[in-house]
């Protein structure tokens, strides 16, 4: 990974290789939504929903 890119996504305080992740897998592992955890679980509350495929992924990726 360029070092632009490293040190764009560590300016917005992601880890690296967790962001990478989400980016190759979009729509497989993590579900349809990606964001903060706090943004997701406003959504699982919209939906009426416990919680979204991702919060788990969410975690780990926001430092």
């Known amino acids: 990974m360029p070092a632009t890119i490293e040190s764009t996504l ?4 992601l880890q690296p290789n967790q962001w990478l992740g989400q980016v190759e897998h979009f729509g497989t592992h993590q579900g349809y939504f990606v964001g903060k955890l706090i943004l997701l679980q406003q959504k699982a509350e919209e939906l009426k929903k416990k919680w979204l495929k991702g919060f788990k992924t969410c975690r780990k990726l926001m430092i």
């Open 10 to 13: 560590a300016h917005l305080n």
